[in-house]
């Protein structure tokens, strides 16, 4: 009887080992990636501008989320520094990264920004930018024309990913 309590013990233990170190529910892919923009002028070496850290992990290839970071450098941070961390989460339909939440904030010229997008169907429904534009200097931008536009994070996720673009044969809105 002892035998037997022993065996069912070793069992329901190397049963919960086994769970507790898979996951059962989704395959998720995580990658990291740091690129490093660069512009090359005329007379001047290729000068290395800004770099962009990212981590994107995505579940069963159908919801996504990616952590960024972006950075300055060289010249172009002493004239127009910037530093900031993002998230954008989505959907994936038909190989297409959809946006439903994008948050960034940065620091741009010692200046403290933030910016907030909801999606749902295509639409934003929430925006919220932290200081608040002076719309009279802005022009002026009706709802209907942000529909089915994506954030800038998406779409730099996407010209990035060579499998999702489509061969270029489509135009996104941002």
Same mark, same amino acid.
């Given at each position: 009887?002892?035998?037997?309590?022993?065996?069912?013990?070793?069992?329901?233990?190397?049963?919960g080992?086994?769970?507790?170190?898979?996951?059962?529910?989704?395959?998720?892919?995580?990658?990291?990636?740091?690129?490093?923009?660069?512009?090359?002028?005329?007379?001047?070496?290729?000068i290395?501008?800004?770099?962009?850290?990212?981590?994107?992990?995505?579940?069963?290839?159908?919801?996504?989320?990616?952590?960024?970071?972006?950075?300055?450098l &060289?010249?172009?941070? $002493? %004239?127009?520094?910037?530093?900031?961390?993002? #998230? !954008?989460?989505? +959907?994936? &339909?038909?190989?297409? $990264? %959809?946006?439903?939440?994008?948050?960034y904030? #940065? !620091?741009?010229? +010692?200046?403290?920004?933030?910016?907030?997008?909801?999606?749902?169907?295509?639409?934003?429904?929430?925006?919220?930018?932290?200081?608040?534009?002076?719309?009279n200097?802005?022009?002026?931008?009706?709802?209907?024309?942000?529909?089915?536009?994506?954030?800038?994070?998406?779409?730099?996720?996407?010209?990035?990913?060579?499998?999702?673009?489509?061969?270029?044969?489509?135009?996104?809105?941002?």
């Amino acid at each position: 009887m002892k035998k037997n309590k022993m065996k069912v013990i070793k069992f329901f233990l190397f049963t919960g080992i086994l769970l507790a170190s898979c996951n059962l529910y989704a395959d998720t892919f995580k990658e990291e990636k740091k690129y490093i923009l660069s512009v090359k002028l005329p007379l001047i070496s290729k000068i290395s501008v800004m770099q962009i850290s990212t981590k994107l992990s995505n579940t069963d290839n159908e919801k996504y989320e990616l952590n960024f970071n972006v950075k300055t450098l &060289n010249l172009i941070d $002493y %004239i127009s520094s910037v530093n900031g961390d993002g #998230y !954008v989460s989505g +959907s994936i &339909n038909n190989n297409i $990264y %959809i946006p439903d939440i994008y948050k960034y904030d #940065y !620091v741009r010229k +010692s200046k403290k920004k933030s910016v907030s997008l909801k999606y749902l169907n295509g639409k934003i429904i929430e925006e919220k930018f932290t200081p608040e534009f002076d719309k009279n200097k802005l022009t002026p931008i009706l709802n209907k024309q942000k529909d089915n536009t994506i954030d800038p994070a998406t779409l730099f996720l996407r010209l990035v990913d060579l499998s999702r673009i489509n061969q270029c044969t489509e135009s996104i809105k941002i």
